[in-house]
């Protein structure tokens, strides 16, 4: 089973010839034993947290963007695993608010330095 969360090749997507890090210790979230793993380069260290028995799916996820002022920093835990939901096609059909109109590209461009 092939599992796609952000690229289809996380690992290319965030290690690069600058990216430090690796293992960092274990830590229980929600009474889970984890391995906590931390990365990071000049603009984002991200840390997870992985299960070190059962499902190795994440637990938590980190992500702290150090390159704006106060390095403010996403935080999310996952509890609930579901590698088996149906999703209907509909869910992912656009319907635009009854106000909604159309604008070009060019002119939201253009508009965007006022």
Do not use: H
Not at 80 to 100: C, G, H, I, K, Y
Request: aromatic share 14%; with cysteine; hydrophobic share 40%.
């Amino acid at each position: 089973m092939k599992l796609i969360v952000v690229y289809s090749a996380p690992y290319d997507a965030f290690i690069g010839s600058d990216t430090r890090g690796g293992f960092i210790g274990r830590e229980k979230i929600d009474g889970v034993e984890c391995a906590e793993l931390a990365y990071d380069d000049d603009f984002v260290e991200v840390r997870i947290w992985i299960p070190t028995s059962g499902e190795p799916l994440p637990r938590r996820l980190k992500i702290v963007y150090q390159q704006i002022p106060g390095q403010p920093f996403s935080e999310m835990t996952f509890t609930s695993w579901n590698l088996a939901a149906e999703v209907a096609d509909e869910a992912f059909t656009f319907q635009p608010p009854q106000d909604f109109s159309r604008i070009a590209v060019e002119e939201f461009v253009a508009g965007a330095g006022t």
